[in-house]
């Protein structure tokens, strides 16, 4: 990951480097290459400036590129020219009415020259949703199973807490990758699946130890916070990275298998043919 910043930063384009990024053979500049918006700011400032100069020997058309899946954002003007030393003035505006159906929104337009050159703007922004316990999905297999009713092996503290499912949930604390709790799935089909489990944690404690039916437990780096939420469970450790973790079942019975490496609460754990659903 990027590590020399203060906090790490995984973009493509690492916020306040100060530099054009991606390097193109273009003089053209935009002053703010990422935006983000919180969801206060969606509220009460959904429009912010973007400007974009060029040298004073510098003139051409453009373009402002964006993809259709975007629509939650528009750009304005669309087109128009560039002139050097006349600053461009963008406006970058958020639709919070089509921002409805997750927490976090990120996408991205080109101001696009005609020789195919572009300087790229990406837009973040995080909303009020919160995401239903069990999400639904037209057209996706998902069988979920409560973290506190485990098929076999160790049974851990159970926990009330009126925003889990059921209003209980497990502390999941104890000797790091001992004693795992196991929960048994039955997949419908031969194919591909994914584990997620919903967790919360106290800052920093952000894995378990994971595995599936016969496989050793290895460490599984999450994102977790103070407050429920799904989270994609992979065996990471080499990166260290959130990730998806695609496993090739066959039809029948699988054993999926958690236990503690770092204190965390577990309300559910599904296992799903679509990751999609869960933000």
Known sequence: ?????PQADLGAIPRGSGRDLPIRPLPVRVDTPQLT??????????SRPVTVTAPADF???????????FDWFTVGPESGDLR?????????????????????????F?????????????????TDYV????????????????????????????VDDPAASGGRAIALTGPEAKEPAEYRFTTPRDGVYFVLIRLRGEPGHDSVSFGVDGAALERAQLRSSGTWSWCMVAQNRAMSLICLQPLKLKAGEHTI???????????????????????
Do not use: C
């Open 1 to 5: 990951g990027f590590r020399t910043a």
């Open 37 to 46: 918006f919180s969801p206060s700011e969606l509220r009460t400032q959904p």
């Open 84 to 108: 050097g030393g006349q600053p461009l003035a963008l406006t970058v505006t958020l639709h919070p009415e089509k921002m409805t159906a997750r927490r976090h929104y990120r996408g991205a």
């Open 59 to 69: 003139s051409s058309p453009y373009r402002i590129a964006r993809n259709e899946v």
């Open 110 to 126: 080109l101001v696009r020259l005609p020789n195919g050159l572009s300087r790229p703007v990406t837009v973040y922004a995080e």
């Open 257 to 279: 298998k958690l236990a503690p490496r770092e204190n965390v609460h577990v309300d559910l754990v599904a296992l799903t043919d679509n990751p999609k659903p869960f933000e």
């Open 131 to 158: 995401q239903p316990v069990k999400p639904p999905a037209e057209g996706v297999w998902t069988q979920y199973l409560e973290a506190e009713a485990p098929s076999g092996g160790k049974a851990y503290p159970v």
